[in-house]
């Protein structure tokens, strides 16, 4: 799984520096939830890291965009992504284009 360069954080998320260690690493964190772009689907998923760590998704695919401190906070940070696309005019039918960094699935 890999990081997108300009992460969207929660702002309920205090240490991120340590967020990223623990991500980069595998290693699950309580509480924290991942919002990331699954090209095989071509969606946004949100999920614990304690599934994404342990292997619920393939560690290939996919690309981390957002953290946050909770399960509602994660679904906050989700509608935050789609008003920012919105904002900035992107195509909303293709979440590819909605981060920088995620386009056709891969990481640039």
């Known amino acids: 799984m890999q990081l997108a360069e300009n992460l969207f954080v929660s702002e309920n998320v205090t240490d991120l520096e340590t967020v990223v260690y623990a991500?980069?690493?595998?290693?699950?964190?309580?509480?924290?939830?991942?919002?990331?772009?699954?090209?095989d689907?071509?969606?946004y998923e949100t999920t614990s890291s304690w599934e994404l760590c342990r292997g619920r998704f393939s560690q290939n695919t996919g690309v981390i965009v957002g953290v946050?401190?909770?399960?509602?906070?994660a679904y906050d940070l989700v509608v935050f992504m789609v008003e920012e696309a919105l904002r900035e005019g992107k195509d909303i039918a293709n979440p590819s284009s909605w981060v920088e960094g995620v386009h056709n699935g891969f990481h640039v």
């Open 23 to 39: 991500l980069k690493r595998n290693i699950p964190m309580p509480r924290l939830y991942c919002i990331f772009y699954n090209p």
């Open 41 to 43: 689907k071509n969606r």
């Open 68 to 73: 946050a401190n909770g399960r509602r906070q």
